[in-house]
């Protein structure tokens, strides 16, 4: 009987150690993520733009993991009502801008 207690406080005691081991790891290895200056997550629009919302949406949620990142929405020849709405979106999220696309230059 002595020996199974012995063997269960050694296993309990590895587990335990481990757990800590596992955690302070995480904590120093993982503090956070880092913010990349000046990223921009560029969407050009056309046209009518019908998955134009749908698009945000997913730029919002890829924005969330990507700290400082900027939603950047580009009109490349959009209609009055999709611009309309483009620009709705823009004012409507947290760092997102409405531009027109000649204004985008890639370097």
């Not at 020996?3 to 150690?17: H, I, P």
């Not at 302070?24 to 019908?50: D, F, M, N, Q, S």
């Amino acid at each position: 009987m002595v020996l199974l207690q012995d063997g269960l406080l050694a296993f309990l005691s590895a587990v335990g150690l481990t757990t800590v081991v596992w955690i302070t790891a995480g904590l120093v290895c993982c503090t956070g993520r880092g913010k990349v200056p000046g990223l921009l997550l560029v969407l050009p629009l056309r046209g009518e733009a019908p998955a134009m919302e749908a698009d945000v949406r997913e730029l919002r949620r890829i924005q969330g993991q990507l700290p400082g990142a900027k939603i950047v929405l580009a009109d490349c020849g959009l209609t009055e009502e999709a611009r309309g709405l483009a620009q709705y979106l823009a004012t409507r999220e947290k760092n997102a801008d409405f531009v027109d696309g000649k204004e985008i230059q890639l370097t």
